[in-house]
């Protein structure tokens, strides 16, 4: 079991910077491959960033490359997301996600463990 619990979000405007963090709990963190997901209103769930276990393999979304840089520590056994150059368009719910198999990561429907989500608003 995997527990995540995310923080990190607020209201920033447009052009500016926040930083994600996923806590997870667990002894075995390193061996997941985390990812962040996240859903506007009226939306459907989108696709954010990935990472895998190792850490060696980094996946993101078009809308979202070149602004946003998913990373982890697996001694803290959080993952980062850095978010830069904030868009209106990309306030949201992010969620942290986890999973044992590094494979289809941009697959929100083959993840095993959630997090609550943290609000993002970008005001423009």
């Known amino acids: 079991q995997v527990q995540l619990v995310e923080s990190g979000g607020g209201l920033v405007q447009a052009g500016g910077s926040l930083r994600l963090s996923c806590a997870a709990s667990g002894r075995t963190f390193n061996v997941y491959a985390m990812g962040w997901f996240r859903q506007a209103p009226g939306k459907e769930r989108e696709f954010v960033a990935a990472?895998?276990?190792?850490?060696?393999?980094?996946y993101y979304a078009d809308s979202v490359k070149g602004r946003f840089t998913i990373s982890r520590d697996n001694v803290k056994n959080t993952v980062y997301l850095q978010m830069n150059s904030l868009k209106p368009e990309d306030t949201a719910v992010y969620y942290c996600t986890a999973k044992r198999v590094s494979s289809n990561l941009r697959s929100g429907s083959t993840y095993n463990y959630w997090g609550q989500g943290t609000q993002v608003t970008v005001s423009s």
């Open positions: 990472m895998s276990w190792s850490g060696g393999s980094t």
